[in-house]
């Protein structure tokens, strides 16, 4: 159904045909006045004209009334058509220049939408929460990394609602109040997991659209931090292991030097003593050595053919001339045709004789220690059980820490360095293995390396897929 067009008001009529007729009727006046004209033909007269400008001012009224619908439509949002003007061809060139005013409008109404758009996405895609805020420290827009982080986000609440950090909001109400921002605060998100950020806040020029003073932007410096705390534990560490030897070793000299100059048979003991100290620091030295050249190449997939069975043969006849002593039996027992895997050799065996060693070292005297190796689906399986006193649960997730040792003066005692399951899990980190330690206090530890069983038939590209398998450790069962 055709909508019809609203009565126009009489009034406008009435007004519209009142002024274009005054100029005639006064005319007329005037002429009837100065008897230049008789009053019956003037009224005559008067007649025709108002008839026929009735006509042409009812029809410029109506197009009046047209015109002002079509703009309604314009500003509604809908799209009509320019109408025809026929006797106010000035309304029609209005009509057409509105309607292209109209047109260049939303085509930059839609571009700003579209702008707006793509300016949430990018503020979305940032990988940092980012949140506006306006001059009442009220958020007032947030992006998909923040609602990640905090949780639901109202917006228009202040900010101290969702983050009640008052370092940070110190810093925000200073920049707020036109202070230049300082150095990034540095606050704690609590967990789990706790994280570290620094928030970067700067204040806008002027207000965005949304009413934006100042931007938070919070970056995660969580790995920072404790790669920070790691070196500079792990330089704290590694000094302190070779001050301890390093002190004896110049205690000694002096002693040598001094007070034991002529004592034969104490400088053959001191002797035995500073060999056994820069022993300790020349292992210590190679094996920091030996876990920087494995970290380097991590992320090379190795690309030799080992033999377990052979390579482990070897090791156990070493580690027997360790285990004799202290009456501890070492046993190996390999399973037939076990399949080849893809790995580097010195690596394998650096990881497989520290994991022995450590066996025959902590195991109590007179116990056995046994090695078992067999295939498991797809991989080469390795056990290493002994009857040690075993290892608290606790201490289990951070054996492989460098350093970390469970009876620190024990493991020195025994010669030590700590830094053995470090190896042990960067080399099971370039061969995509896997650690598992079980352990029953006063019973013994069993430590179990998965090896995945290399595919030689298609080369070792196949291997080469970045997969990283971590060092898993099941709870010790107490
Ligand atoms: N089989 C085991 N039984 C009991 N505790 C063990 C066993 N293996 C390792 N540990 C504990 O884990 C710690 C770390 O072992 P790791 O091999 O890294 O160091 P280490 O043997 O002391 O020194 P390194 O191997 O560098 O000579 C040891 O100090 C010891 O406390
Ligand atoms: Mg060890």
Do not use: C
Not at 119 to 133: F, K, M
Not at 190 to 216: C, K, M, N, W, Y
């Amino acid at each position: 159904m055709v909508d019809s067009p609203p009565p126009l008001p009489a009034r406008r009529h009435i007004i519209a045909n009142a002024i274009a007729l005054a100029p005639t009727g006064l005319a007329l006046v005037v002429l009837v006045w100065t008897d230049a004209l008789p009053l019956w033909h003037a009224a005559v007269a008067f007649g025709a004209v108002a008839f026929a400008t009735a006509i042409f001012v009812r029809r410029y009224v109506l197009s009046v009334g047209r015109f002002a619908r079509f703009v309604e439509a314009l500003a509604r949002g809908d799209d009509p058509e320019v109408p025809r003007f026929v006797l106010s061809p000035a309304a029609e060139e209005l009509a057409g220049g509105v309607a292209a005013l109209t047109r260049l409008w939303r085509r930059q109404r839609d571009s700003i939408n579209a702008l707006s758009a793509s300016a949430q996405a990018i503020v979305d895609g940032l990988p940092d929460p980012l949140l506006g805020i306006d001059r009442s420290r009220r958020i007032v827009r947030f992006n998909r990394a923040a609602r990640t982080l905090l949780g639901p986000i109202e917006t228009g609440r202040d900010l101290a609602a969702t983050l009640r950090q008052p370092v940070l909001l110190d810093s925000v109400d200073a920049v707020l109040g036109g202070q230049p921002a300082e150095e990034p605060a540095e606050i704690v998100v609590v967990g789990p997991p706790e994280r570290i950020f620094a928030a970067h806040i700067t204040g806008l020029p002027r207000p965005t659209e949304d009413g934006s003073s100042v931007l938070v932007v919070l970056h995660d410096m969580t790995a920072l931090r404790r790669a920070e705390r790691m070196r500079a534990d792990f330089v704290a560490n590694a000094s302190h292991e070779l001050r301890t030897p390093l002190a004896s070793l110049v205690g000694f000299v002096e002693t040598l030097r001094g007070p034991a100059r002529d004592d034969a048979e104490a400088r053959e003991r001191f002797l035995a003593i500073m060999a056994e100290q820069t022993g300790r620091m020349r292992r210590l030295v190679e094996d920091l050595l030996s876990l920087s050249r494995i970290e380097q190449r991590e992320h090379e997939p190795p690309t030799g053919r080992v033999e377990v069975g052979p390579l482990l043969r070897g090791l156990v006849e070493m580690l027997e001339m360790k285990a004799r002593p202290r009456d501890v039996t070492l046993s190996l027992d390999v399973a037939a045709e076990l399949p080849a895997v893809t790995g580097d050799r010195d690596e394998l065996a650096m990881a497989f004789q520290n994991l022995i060693d450590n066996a025959v070292k902590y195991t109590r005297p007179g116990t056995a220690v046994n090695v078992v190796v067999d295939r498991a689906d797809d991989s080469v399986r390795l056990v290493v059980h002994d009857q040690g006193e075993g290892i608290a649960a606790e201490h289990l997730p951070r054996l492989t820490e460098r350093f970390y040792r469970v009876d620190t003066a024990r493991s020195r005692q025994m010669g030590g360095t700590g830094l053995g399951l470090a190896i042990v899990k960067h080399v099971l980190n370039r061969h995509r293995g896997r650690l598992q330690v079980e352990s029953v206090l006063g019973e013994g530890s069993t430590f179990t390396v998965v090896l995945p069983a290399g595919d030689f038939s298609t080369g070792p590209e196949n291997f080469a897929a970045p997969k990283r398998h971590d060092i898993s450790t099941t709870k010790a069962v107490v």
